[in-house]
C-alpha cells in the first residue's frame, strides 16, 4: 500500500482524497488541516487517516511514501522549505509554486532536494486538452495562434477567505491563470518573450470586506504573449460567465488548418435546468473547407466527474505521479514548469498594473 500525507485538507485537498482512493494500492494515512470543519470533511473521506496538529508531527511519522501540498497559496513556499530540510519523500505541490518574486530564489534552491518535487498542473490532464495536444502539430501544420478561453464562475468561498486578496493568492493572474501560462508552454513547446495584459476586478467582491479590508481580487482580463519562435498565444479570463455552455476553450490555428478544444466546468456546478451539460469535445477544421470538419467528443468517467472539479485530470495526474513513487519515473511538471507559469503570470499583473509591455528575457 502506497501511503500518502496530505497538507492542506480544504476544498482542494479534499479533491486529492477522493482521486488517492481510487489509485489501486494507495490511501491517505494522515494528515495536517487546523481547520476543524475542513478536517470533519476529509475524515469523513479518509477515514482511517490520522489528524496530525503540526507539519512537525505529520513529518515525524515513518509510514509515508508520499506528500501532497494542498494547502493556501502563500503557504506553499514556507511548507516546501520545512518539508525539504526534514524528509526526503516524492512531493505533489499544488500550484502556484510560489506568490511573491522574492519567493522565486527559494523555489530555484529546492533543486537540490534528493527526491522528485511534481507542481500540480491539473489542466494538462483533461482528456480533450490532451487529445488537443496530440493532433495540433499535425493539424495546424505549425502553430502559429493560440488561444485560452476561460469563461466560469466567481472564485470560491475558502478557509479565512484567504483567495480574497492578491497578497495571499499571488492575484488572479498567477492564481487562476498559471495553469493556462502552463499549457501555453507546453503547446508551443517554447518561451515567452513579451507579454501585454489589461485585468481588472469590474463585477465581483465589489463590497466584500474582511476585518475592515476590501477584497481586491481580479475577475477578468486579456493578456497577449509573444513566443520566442514568432507564435502568439491569447488568454481570456472571465469569472462572472457561468452560464457559458464550455468553461475553457482552446484553439490553435496555422497554416494547415485549426483546432479546438471544448471543455465543459464541474457537473457539480452545472445549471440543470439547461439540460445536461454538453459532452466535452475536439473540433478539427482543415484551411480547405472542402475536407470538411471533424469533431472528436472526449467524454470522462462519470466517477472522474464526481471525484473533482477538473475533468478527471486530477486522477490522471495521480496516475502519473503514482508512477513516480513506485518506479522512480521523473515528473512530468517540474519545478523550473511550475516557476516558468508563476513568472508569466506575475509579469501579465505587472502589465495590466503599469500599461506597459514586460519583456520576459
Given at each position: 500500500?502506497?501511503?500518502?500525507?496530505?497538507?492542506?485538507?480544504?476544498?482542494?485537498?479534499?479533491e486529492h482524497i477522493r482521486n488517492i482512493r481510487l489509485q489501486e494500492g494507495a490511501s491517505v494515512a494522515a494528515f495536517f488541516e487546523p481547520n476543524d470543519m475542513m478536517a470533519e470533511r476529509s475524515q469523513a473521506q479518509a477515514p482511517d487517516a490520522v489528524r496530525c496538529d503540526s507539519l512537525d508531527a505529520l513529518l515525524a511519522r515513518d509510514d509515508l511514501d508520499a506528500l501532497v501540498i494542498a494547502?493556501?497559496?502563500?503557504?506553499?513556499?514556507?511548507?516546501?522549505?520545512?518539508?525539504?530540510?526534514?524528509?526526503?519523500?516524492?512531493?505533489?505541490?499544488?500550484?502556484?509554486?510560489?506568490?511573491?518574486?522574492?519567493?522565486?530564489?527559494?523555489?530555484?534552491?529546492?533543486?537540490?532536494?534528493?527526491?522528485?518535487?511534481?507542481?500540480?498542473?491539473?489542466?494538462?490532464?483533461?482528456?480533450?486538452?490532451?487529445?488537443?495536444?496530440?493532433?495540433?502539430?499535425?493539424?495546424?501544420?505549425?502553430?502559429?495562434?493560440?488561444?485560452?478561453?476561460?469563461?466560469?464562475?466567481?472564485?470560491?468561498?475558502?478557509?479565512?477567505?484567504?483567495?480574497?486578496?492578491?497578497?495571499?493568492?499571488?492575484?488572479?493572474?498567477?492564481?487562476?491563470?498559471?495553469?493556462?501560462?502552463?499549457?501555453?508552454?507546453?503547446?508551443?513547446?517554447?518561451?515567452?518573450?513579451?507579454?501585454?495584459?489589461?485585468?481588472?476586478?469590474?463585477?465581483?467582491?465589489?463590497?466584500?470586506?474582511?476585518?475592515?479590508?476590501?477584497?481586491?481580487?481580479?475577475?477578468?482580463?486579456?493578456?497577449?504573449?509573444?513566443?520566442?519562435?514568432?507564435?502568439?498565444?491569447?488568454?481570456?479570463?472571465?469569472?462572472?460567465?457561468?452560464?457559458?455552455?464550455?468553461?475553457?476553450?482552446?484553439?490553435?490555428?496555422?497554416?494547415?488548418?485549426?483546432?479546438?478544444?471544448?471543455?465543459?466546468?464541474?457537473?457539480?456546478?452545472?445549471?440543470?435546468?439547461?439540460?445536461?451539460?454538453?459532452?466535452?469535445?475536439?473540433?478539427?477544421?482543415?484551411?480547405?473547407?472542402?475536407?470538411?470538419?471533424?469533431?472528436?467528443?472526449?467524454?470522462?468517467?462519470?466517477?472522474?466527474?464526481?471525484?473533482?472539479?477538473?475533468?478527471?485530470?486530477?486522477?490522471?495526474?495521480?496516475?502519473?505521479?503514482?508512477?513516480?513513487?513506485?518506479?522512480?519515473?521523473?515528473?512530468?511538471?517540474?519545478?523550473?514548469?511550475?516557476?516558468?507559469?508563476?513568472?508569466?503570470?506575475?509579469?501579465?499583473?505587472?502589465?495590466?498594473?503599469?500599461?506597459?509591455?514586460?519583456?520576459?528575457?
Amino acid at each position: 500500500m502506497t501511503k500518502y500525507g496530505l497538507i492542506g485538507a480544504g476544498m482542494m485537498g479534499q479533491e486529492h482524497i477522493r482521486n488517492i482512493r481510487l489509485q489501486e494500492g494507495a490511501s491517505v494515512a494522515a494528515f495536517f488541516e487546523p481547520n476543524d470543519m475542513m478536517a470533519e470533511r476529509s475524515q469523513a473521506q479518509a477515514p482511517d487517516a490520522v489528524r496530525c496538529d503540526s507539519l512537525d508531527a505529520l513529518l515525524a511519522r515513518d509510514d509515508l511514501d508520499a506528500l501532497v501540498i494542498a494547502s493556501p497559496n502563500h503557504c506553499h513556499v514556507g511548507q516546501l522549505k520545512q518539508i525539504t530540510a526534514q524528509v526526503t519523500l516524492p512531493i505533489l505541490c499544488e500550484k502556484p509554486l510560489y506568490t511573491a518574486p522574492e519567493d522565486a530564489e527559494a523555489v530555484a534552491a529546492l533543486e537540490s532536494y534528493k527526491a522528485p518535487i511534481w507542481v500540480a498542473m491539473e489542466y494538462r490532464y483533461m482528456p480533450p486538452i490532451a487529445k488537443f495536444r496530440e493532433m495540433a502539430g499535425g493539424v495546424t501544420g505549425g502553430i502559429k495562434m493560440l488561444t485560452i478561453r476561460e469563461h466560469r464562475f466567481p472564485f470560491l468561498e475558502k478557509v479565512g477567505d484567504w483567495n480574497r486578496f492578491n497578497r495571499n493568492s499571488g492575484g488572479t493572474l498567477v492564481e487562476k491563470c498559471c495553469h493556462f501560462f502552463d499549457l501555453m508552454r507546453l503547446i508551443l513547446d517554447d518561451e515567452p518573450i513579451r507579454v501585454m495584459a489589461s485585468a481588472g476586478q469590474s463585477v465581483n467582491h465589489l463590497d466584500e470586506v474582511y476585518d475592515g479590508e476590501t477584497s481586491d481580487i481580479w475577475d477578468n482580463g486579456y493578456a497577449i504573449l509573444d513566443f520566442a519562435g514568432g507564435a502568439r498565444a491569447m488568454l481570456e479570463l472571465c469569472m462572472f460567465a457561468e452560464g457559458s455552455a464550455y468553461q475553457e476553450e482552446i484553439s490553435a490555428v496555422g497554416p494547415a488548418g485549426k483546432i479546438e478544444a471544448k471543455v465543459p466546468g464541474p457537473t457539480r456546478f452545472w445549471n440543470t435546468d439547461l439540460g445536461p451539460a454538453p459532452v466535452p469535445k475536439v473540433v478539427v477544421s482543415p484551411r480547405m473547407p472542402a475536407t470538411g470538419q471533424v469533431v472528436h467528443e472526449t467524454p470522462v468517467d462519470a466517477n472522474l466527474l464526481t471525484a473533482g472539479d477538473h475533468h478527471g485530470s486530477t486522477y490522471y495526474q495521480h496516475v502519473q505521479f503514482l508512477d513516480v513513487v513506485r518506479n522512480g519515473a521523473k515528473p512530468q511538471v517540474t519545478l523550473a514548469d511550475g516557476a516558468a507559469a508563476v513568472r508569466m503570470g506575475m509579469a501579465a499583473q505587472e502589465s495590466a498594473r503599469t500599461g506597459r509591455a514586460i519583456d520576459l528575457r
